[in-house]
Structures are given as structure tokens and as C-alpha cells.
């Protein structure tokens, strides 16, 4: 078989056609989400390493991830970000873990309306969940404050509604703020031990046999303090 240089040339030059029309299409949903809901740009007003950034990121998962599965969406996540480690480089580390949140927000979508939505619906809806997302912290919109690393992602997401908690906890250790934020997690958690909650000294050997993740204290990108606390494992 001989090499047709001319029709590999045509192959190349669709698929950069393709992929400029998608990155088009991306700026535009972005340009869309930052008008809706005032996404922050960086200092020089470019959508890098910021709020939209992080939008840009977490849509684009979605979306690719909707129409052509997780395992393709993140292929293709890798493959933008070739070359660099998030170990090594926090704009790579803040793109990859945006990227994962991206993919599950796609998983959701296909759970509760299926998959063959039209695609102004699918903006919509996934535009809300990343802006939910985003407003709970479980984006990385701040890469270099951040100290958050996709490596370690099971880790250090923060998902209020796996937090676990202990006797006494809510009322002797959380303050005032953390209450509010957890009363309805924890009244629900509540329900599920009528028995009554398990003792510290419980969720520690959890934690020695895999079962659950203890956090230690951190500051958030926001400056705010987190004490550390208990929370069930991820798998991804």
C-alpha cells in the first residue's frame, strides 16, 4: 500500500476544522455563562485560570462526555493537556480536576433525563450544575491558591452531603456558619442512626480499614478555615 500524502492532508485538515468549530462553540457557551451568571476573568481579563476557565473546563467534559461517553471525554482531556503534569503545573492540575467534575455532571444528567436531549437543553442544565458546583466550592477556580491536587481528587473533594458525623459533633465543635450549611445533611444522617450516631473513637477505625476519609484542617482558596472532618470515600 503506498503513503497518499495528499489524502492524509485532508484527513488533518478536517479534523482541525472540526476541532476549531468546537472550540468555538465552547468560547460561546462560556461567553454565554460568564454574561449569565458574572463568571470571574483573571487579572488581565482573560478567561485563564479563573471562574470562566474553570466553567470553559467542566462544559466541555460535560458535553463531550454526554454525546460520546466518560472514557472518550477523558482521552480527549489528556490528550489538551499532553506534555504537562498537575503535579508540576497548577493551570494542568485546575484543567484536569474541572475535567472530572465535568464528566460526572454529564453522568447526572444522563441519570435523571436521559440521553437525547437537544442541545440549548443540555447547556441549560449542565450550565446550572457547574455554577451549583462552583458556588460549593468543588471547582478549582484560584490555581495557584488552591492547594487542592487532582492526584489525591478521592481526597479532597467537598461534597457536603458525605460528610459523616460523630455523638456531639454538630452541636459542640461545628460553629454557628457550619450548622446552617449542614442542618439538613445532618438531620438526614440523623434519621439513618436512630440508634444513635457512632462515637469518634468509631470513625477513627473506619478510617485505619479504608472505610472512611479523615480531611485535615485546610484554608480554602477563599481564606476561609475548614476543620478537619470525617467523610465517606469516593471511587472514581
Not at 4 to 16: V, Y
Request: overall charge neutral.
Amino acid at each position: 500500500m503506498t503513503y497518499d500524502a495528499t489524502q492524509n492532508n485532508k484527513n488533518k485538515n478536517l479534523i482541525d476544522q472540526k476541532e476549531e468549530e468546537f472550540t468555538r462553540e465552547m468560547v460561546a457557551v462560556t461567553s454565554r455563562a460568564i454574561k449569565k451568571y458574572g463568571l470571574k476573568l483573571n487579572e488581565k481579563g482573560q478567561a485563564v485560570d479563573c471562574e470562566a476557565d474553570a466553567f470553559r473546563h467542566a462544559y466541555m467534559q460535560s458535553y463531550l462526555s454526554y454525546k460520546y461517553g466518560s472514557l472518550a471525554a477523558n482521552a480527549l482531556g489528556l490528550y489538551h493537556e499532553r506534555g504537562k503534569k498537575p503535579d508540576e503545573d497548577t493551570s494542568t492540575n485546575m484543567d484536569l480536576w474541572n475535567n472530572q467534575i465535568g464528566r460526572e455532571i454529564a453522568d447526572e444528567i444522563k441519570k435523571e433525563k436521559g440521553n437525547n436531549l437537544d442541545e440549548d437543553l443540555f447547556e441549560y442544565l449542565a450550565s446550572e450544575k457547574i455554577m451549583q458546583k462552583m458556588e460549593k466550592g468543588e471547582l478549582i477556580t484560584e490555581p495557584n491558591k488552591d492547594k487542592r491536587r487532582y492526584t489525591n481528587m478521592e481526597k479532597e473533594r467537598l461534597r457536603d452531603e458525605d460528610r459523616v458525623f460523630y455523638e456531639n459533633e454538630f452541636w459542640d465543635e461545628l460553629d454557628e456558619n457550619e450548622r446552617i450549611r449542614f442542618r439538613e445533611h445532618y438531620t438526614n444522617y440523623k434519621n439513618l442512626h436512630q440508634s444513635g450516631l457512632p462515637s469518634k473513637k468509631e470513625l477513627q477505625a473506619r478510617v485505619l480499614v479504608g472505610d472512611l476519609i479523615y480531611v485535615n484542617d485546610y484554608t480554602r482558596s477563599d481564606g476561609r478555615k475548614v476543620r478537619g472532618y470525617y467523610r465517606r470515600r469516593h471511587k472514581y
